[in-house]
């Protein structure tokens, strides 16, 4: 079934429900992401706030998280459960600067990165979003000529013959 046929066979108030539905998902991942704009923020300034710095070893590297071990003045040694923030271009076994909060040391995140950082994947993500739930929209909004049943003529359409007729 084509797109143009299944729009074709939803009534308005089904289409009016589902542009309601793109956009409160739509507005949903905008919060989402903004939060996540706040959370980083946040984090880099209870950092900032309460600056240590820290020589640390990269344990392991993942897509969104890299495992550091670092020791703190007091002779403490600190892997972070959630990792170090900004971890883009690490390498496993190389040694790096880190910052870290003085009050909590598993806050922690690579030397002169900052949430800046999370501001280009955001906006990527708001942009196509946005795309998305305007596109959708727009296509839920426009008015799609019924398409009529099968074997029936249509506007602009020849009559269609009945095959079992016979021929002349």
Do not use: K, Q
Request: no cysteine; aromatic share 2%.
């Amino acid at each position: 079934m084509s797109l143009r046929t299944t729009l074709a066979a939803m009534s308005n108030g089904t289409r009016a429900w589902l542009r309601r539905a793109v956009t409160l998902v739509g507005a949903g991942v905008v919060a989402l992401l903004l939060l996540l704009l706040v959370a980083t923020a946040r984090d880099d300034r209870a950092i900032s706030t309460h600056e240590g710095t820290a020589i640390a070893d990269v344990l392991s590297t993942g897509p969104r998280s890299a495992a550091v071990s670092f020791t703190t003045p007091d002779g403490v040694t600190h892997v972070p459960p959630t990792g170090v923030l900004f971890p883009t271009g690490l390498a496993v076994g190389t040694r790096i600067d880190v910052e870290y909060s003085t009050l909590d040391p598993d806050l922690v995140r690579v030397a002169g990165r900052g949430w800046v950082l999370a501001l280009l994947p955001v906006g990527t993500v708001l942009l196509v979003t946005g795309v998305l739930v305007l596109g959708a929209r727009r296509l839920l909004r426009r008015r799609v000529p019924r398409v009529p049943a099968a074997g029936l003529a249509g506007p602009g359409r020849p009559p269609v013959e009945d095959e079992r007729a016979p021929s002349a």
